[in-house]
């Protein structure tokens, strides 16, 4: 399984971003995907998460901030960044599972990982 991620770059505060993630490859047509991120000093945090029908959900803590979507059978998950912060620098990263157990608290098998897109903030 390839996971690719496109986007990302630097912005200032209240500036957009669209990252794109693709998941390809495997034995299995559709996946279960979902965008992280790697703010410096904290734990790694779910941001959006797409079930393999295509559902989405934003984390609360972007939500009215960054809008994830998915086209029906696809393997592509957008993820639209705005009003962006300071506080959202960090490292994005696009994973792949094909099971979740608690879709909602993004507890899926994450077996498979992009190599991350980096997202600057500055003030």
């Known amino acids: 399984v390839q996971v690719m991620e496109s986007g990302g770059g630097s912005v200032t505060t209240g500036g957009s971003l669209r990252l794109s993630c693709v998941v390809s490859?495997?034995?299995?047509?559709?996946?279960?995907m979902a965008w992280f991120r790697q703010i410096p000093g904290k734990e790694r945090e779910g941001v959006a998460i797409?079930?393999?029908?295509?559902?989405?959900v934003d984390a609360d803590s972007v939500k009215g901030r960054f809008t994830s979507s998915r086209d029906q059978g696809t393997n592509v998950l957008v993820l639209d960044m705005r009003n962006l912060a300071p506080e959202d620098s960090g490292v994005y990263s696009c994973?792949?599972?094909?099971?979740?157990?608690?879709?909602?608290?993004?507890?899926?098998?994450?077996?498979?990982w992009g190599r991350g897109t980096q997202v600057n903030v500055s003030s």
């Open positions: 994973a792949a599972a094909n099971y979740c157990w608690g879709f909602s608290e993004f507890s899926c098998d994450w077996t498979d």
């Open positions: 490859g495997g034995r299995y047509r559709h996946y279960s």
């Open positions: 797409s079930s393999s029908t295509g559902r989405t």
